[in-house]
């Protein structure tokens, strides 16, 4: 006796389709499980066998051989023990349903459906080739219900699935208001009001939010770096649903999703340890995860005390800074995870932090003040945008407590930057001025003669490299964008090319 049931894999942060193939046939009584499956799947022997127990069916004193088919694809995680449950029941007792179903979810011991990892890009996927009805956990079924054109059933036990097949459970399909999930969107628990002073990291930070520019915060202890650092997301321009789906699809294989917030609605904001490695950045296990740098896809990757970071973490940045995406390979194959994210790097200006602080004396050789900052290769400077001094907050700034601009307000001219960009680029992949190609710059950053006469001038005078001379011209785009301007103007590229000076340390 045979019986397939759909079910879906993930790899990477895709889903493919998987045929679970059940066969029971007489000799010996053996329960085995083939198809390249881990560990969690060899073990949902035991769960399905005391599931089925302890809701009034028994296993055949038979063969029983499960196949997740195609069977050359690496299976992980728990997402088959409730399609392998149905299709030995079917066999088993008769209890019919039909074949056009796809099934996930993972059996307690008890007959409970518990949540899966990688439902969302699972349906995502199949819905693709065609699948239309889904059976899936009931904590899974708000994730999998934001996907268009698809029924999704949410169950909490294997009991409910078998009378719902019979028809004497009625259900109906789960129904997301996406308004109603977005509504949370702009609530943010910090604001740019709460930083008094620092009128120059305000301005770069909201140019880097604009154009999406990386950006680098020197500074001693306590003037405010991570403070800036936190409040970047609350004047970046909302997520569009495209941009949520593609977040939460990442989470949803991370397993960093909760019943109660199917929907990723607010751009990440990820802060890792100091002694991260570099693979908790870029990602990796035997079955590739994302990392953080994935994580931060759309939003905020801030490396705080950034020379602390072990120099192979640091160097894992270079690739996904340059094509907004890392690659981790394994013996099985190169899975590639997105990471378009905003990067945020705060650093002391030397080892004791006092260098530049015109309150505290450094006591720092120069040696030890160029050791400190070479820990930071140039490949890696040279690919930050924006390179901000942060200095201690005057004292009368810090007496008057007087607001400046809230988020909101810092938002609506960011919003409207990236509006310009999504015109120019509708018909390009590039979604912002930090990602134009060569060509794009040359077509878009056109300049007024007195702005190119200066940055000419300062080509030598910098000694900007290749990489550096385009830098300074996508910031000065964007700063033309917040104005509203057509053309970069001559103080468009005299702003952008002191984000590029370094006053204070000139090895930075």
């Known amino acids: 006796m045979f019986c397939r049931v759909k079910s879906g894999g993930i790899l990477g942060i895709e889903g493919f389709e998987v045929d679970v193939e059940v066969d029971i046939a007489n000799g010996l009584p053996q329960f085995s499980i083939v198809g390249l499956g881990d560990k969690a799947i060899n073990e949902a022997r035991e769960r399905v066998r005391s599931a089925l127990k302890n809701i009034g069916f028994q296993l055949p004193v038979k063969r029983i051989t ?60 199949l819905r693709d080739l065609g699948y239309k009805r889904f059976i899936v956990p009931e904590g899974n079924a708000k994730e999998a219900g934001l996907v268009k054109d698809v029924e999704v059933y949410g169950f909490e036990s294997l009991r409910d699935v078998l009378d719902f097949f019979s028809g004497s459970l009625s259900k109906k399909p789960v129904e997301v208001n996406l308004e109603e999930v977005f509504e949370q969107n702009l609530s943010f628990d910090v604001d740019f009001s709460e930083v008094y002073g620092q009128h120059q990291a305000k301005r770069a ?70 002694n991260a490695s570099d693979s908790a950045l870029v990602g990796g296990g035997t079955v590739p995860q994302p990392g953080e740098i994935s994580l931060a896809h759309r939003g905020v990757l801030f490396l705080d005390e950034f020379p602390e970071f072990s120099r192979k973490a640091i160097e894992s940045l270079r690739q996904p800074l340059e094509d907004g995406k890392v690659t981790v390979s394994r013996v099985g194959g190169r899975i590639s995870f997105p990471a378009e994210f905003l990067l945020v790097v705060a650093m002391n200006p030397c080892a004791c932090g006092n260098y530049g602080n015109p309150y505290k004396a450094c006591v720092c050789t120069p040696m ?141």
């Not at 050791?371 to 140039?378: K, L």
Request: net charge positive; hydrophobic share 40%; charged share 25%.
């Open 205 to 274: 930070m909201e140019i880097s939010a604009a154009g999406f520019h990386p950006i680098l915060l020197v500074g001693p202890p306590g003037a405010g770096k991570s403070m800036l650092a936190k409040r970047l997301i609350t004047i970046m321009p909302p997520l569009t649903f495209e941009e949520a789906v593609e977040i939460t699809r990442i989470y949803s294989v991370a397993g960093l999703l909760s019943e109660d917030k199917p929907l990723i609605t607010k751009r990440p904001f990820r802060n890792p340890l100091t």
């Open 368 to 508: 030890q003040l160029k050791a400190y900052q070479s820990r930071i290769s140039g490949p890696i400077m040279d690919r930050i945008d924006l390179k901000v001094w942060v200095y201690p907050v005057e004292k009368e700034d810090l007496l008057k407590m007087s607001s400046g601009e809230s988020s909101a307000q810092i938002r609506q001219r960011v919003m409207r930057a990236v509006e310009i960009q999504r015109e120019r680029f509708k018909n390009s992949p590039t979604k912002y001025n930090s990602r134009m190609t060569n060509d794009q710059v040359k077509k878009y950053c056109e300049m007024t003669q007195e702005a190119k006469s200066l940055l000419q001038s300062a080509i030598d005078r910098l000694n900007l490299t290749g990489r550096g001379y385009m830098k300074a011209l996508k910031v000065a785009r964007t700063i033309a964008d917040l104005e509203g301007e057509e053309k970069i103007a001559s103080h468009h590229i005299a702003e952008a090319l002191q984000y590029r000076i370094n006053e204070k340390a000139p090895t930075l």
């Open 66 to 125: 499960v196949n997740l088919s195609p069977s050359h694809l690496k299976k992980q995680g728990t997402h088959y023990d409730l399609p392998i449950a149905l299709g030995i029941l079917k066999l088993s007792t008769g209890i019919d349903f039909p074949e056009n179903h796809v099934v996930l979810g993972e059996l307690s011991l008890d007959g409970k459906i518990n949540p899966v990892k990688g439902v969302l890009p699972i349906v995502l996927s």
